[in-house]
């Protein structure tokens, strides 16, 4: 079975500076997705970024972007120039594509705090 | 932009109440979703639901629950008898296809059982 491990329950960042999260994943699939979603406050799930795991190149969402490995099976987020919004849980999320039913399955999350 | 809707937003029940909770998918979305998450845990896998009928479950998924789309745009999760461990955030999400697109979640439903 898939899993998703996030290794840092807390990340603390100052404003305006770079900060990574981490994620490793663990599976038998060679064809996958994974994805990186925000839960601020109010709980609502955010779509961060996603990454496919066919393409070599990492993805970009304007400050925010993956360093994909996919032989160390590691998903980490970049997130540049944090801003006091970026505060957020952040979860890691895996997708395979064998199971037809398309359930994503989440890493226990890492808890992002912007400091002024 | 098209996104989920979920209603209602809290819901206090009584143990051993049957609840409903409704979700609006996106209207072009063929996929339909349900995860839940208790306070301070990940997020959870329910069931997915695809040409009216469950394409998946976990185990967390039993008998008690149940999804239903009664009609063109509304797709329900009902908990038959609730225990005080359902309490937690459920949330609805779709996708137009299963494999290679992202889901999209609706703002959740807020359950207490008491």
């Known amino acids: 079975a898939q899993t998703v491990t996030q290794s840092q329950p807390e990340m603390s960042v100052q404003e305006a500076e770079t900060v990574t999260l981490s994620c490793t994943y663990d599976t038998s699939e060679s064809d996958y997705y994974l994805f990186w979603y925000k839960q601020p406050p109010s709980r609502q799930m955010i779509l961060v970024i996603r990454q496919e795991a066919y393409k070599q190149q990492n993805a970009t969402e304007n400050r925010f972007s993956v360093n994909f490995q996919k032989a160390a099976k590691s998903f980490s987020l970049k997130i540049s120039d944090s801003q006091l919004g970026d505060a957020a849980m952040y979860f890691c999320?895996?997708?395979?594509?064998?199971?037809?039913?398309?359930?994503?399955?989440f890493g226990q999350g890492t808890e992002l705090s912007v400091k002024p | 932009e098209p996104e989920v809707t979920q209603t209602p937003s809290h819901q206090v029940t009584q143990m051993g109440q049957e609840v409903i909770l409704r979700c609006v998918p996106i209207?072009?979305?063929?996929?339909f979703y349900w995860y839940r998450q208790i306070l301070g845990q990940k997020v959870e896998f329910l069931v997915s639901f695809y040409n009216n009928e469950i394409s998946e479950k976990s185990e967390i998924f039993d008998d008690q629950f149940s999804v239903e789309r009664p009609d063109g745009s509304n797709f329900t999760l009902k908990i038959r008898s609730t225990k005080l461990e359902d309490s937690a955030m459920y949330f609805c999400?779709?996708?137009?296809?299963?494999?290679?697109?992202?889901?999209?979640f609706g703002p959740g439903t807020r359950l207490l059982v008491l």
């Open positions: 999400a779709s996708s137009v296809r299963a494999i290679g697109e992202t889901q999209y």
């Open positions: 999320a895996y997708r395979g594509t064998y199971n037809q039913g398309g359930k994503l399955i």
């Open positions: 209207s072009n979305h063929l996929y």
